[in-house]
């Protein structure tokens, strides 16, 4: 089911995760069988700049909706895009003179060093325990949301995994729903279990507590 609405048109998609998000079963969290509201929006990775402008428009639409398991109000959206964060982190953090960020020392040094180097660096500057979920932990503490969006996870491979995040998002998001906008797909087989596929090609990593947004009934 989920690979064939994967390939239907854009609008049949976006319908879709319209009446899955604003749905009181989504938002209360119901039927999860103690597992957590993780959910993965897989799309094909040359759609990137339509799934860009539909995730715009679901936000949109989504805080216009009338909800009644949220007193009639529209679904609060909260937007991460995992790319903008990280160049944020690094703009606020020190380089290696005064006045100069640590992202202008990474934008002087690009040039000039091997791509190991620079993904040892990215990861080292960018860890996901230290830094980055933190960073969105703040976010969730200080914002008032029903649901978190997060994107820009091709942005950001191969020094920040999309399996790494969900698993360390593990305690810090698990009173709201998740969804990660995916530009690949999550497999599953019996013989291999699931795992996320980025740009259907790299082999991000075995992920198996998140549910294919597309298989969700309405």
């Known amino acids: 089911?989920?690979?064939?609405?994967?390939?239907?048109?854009?609008?049949?998609?976006?319908?879709h995760l319209l009446k899955?998000?604003?749905?009181?079963?989504?938002?209360?969290?119901?039927?999860?069988n103690n597992d957590l509201p993780f959910y993965i929006c897989e799309f094909n990775a040359q759609e990137a700049f339509e799934m860009q402008r539909t995730q715009r428009q679901l936000i949109s639409q989504l805080r216009n909706t009338h909800v009644d398991c949220l007193q009639g109000r529209g679904?609060?959206?909260?937007?991460?895009?995992?790319y903008d964060l990280s160049v944020g982190l690094l703009q606020a953090r020190e380089g290696g003179a005064e006045g100069i960020s640590l992202w202008d020392d990474i934008l002087r040094l690009e040039p000039e060093i091997g791509k190991d180097r620079l993904l040892e660096l990215l990861q080292?500057?960018?860890d996901i325990k230290e830094h980055l979920i933190p960073a969105i932990?703040?976010?969730?503490?200080?914002?008032?949301?029903?649901?978190?969006?997060?994107?820009?996870?091709?942005?950001?491979?191969?020094?920040?995994?999309?399996?790494?995040v969900l698993n360390n998002l593990q305690s810090t998001a698990k009173d709201k729903p998740t969804v990660m906008f995916f530009p690949g797909e999550y497999r599953h087989s019996l013989e291999q279990g699931a795992s996320l596929e980025l740009f259907g090609l790299l082999h991000d990593d075995k992920y198996y507590?998140?549910?294919?947004?597309?298989?969700?009934?309405?």
């Open 137 to 164: 932990a703040q976010r969730l503490a200080h914002t008032d949301y029903d649901v978190l969006f997060l994107s820009g996870i091709g942005e950001v491979f191969p020094y920040i995994r999309s399996h790494n």
């Open 20 to 32: 899955v998000i604003s749905s009181p079963r989504f938002l209360e969290m119901r039927g999860l």
């Open 124 to 126: 080292n500057v960018l």
């Open 209 to 218: 507590r998140a549910f294919n947004i597309f298989e969700v009934q309405v």
């Open 1 to 15: 089911m989920s690979l064939k609405l994967r390939q239907q048109p854009l609008a049949a998609r976006f319908n």
């Open 75 to 82: 679904v609060r959206v909260l937007d991460i895009n995992l």
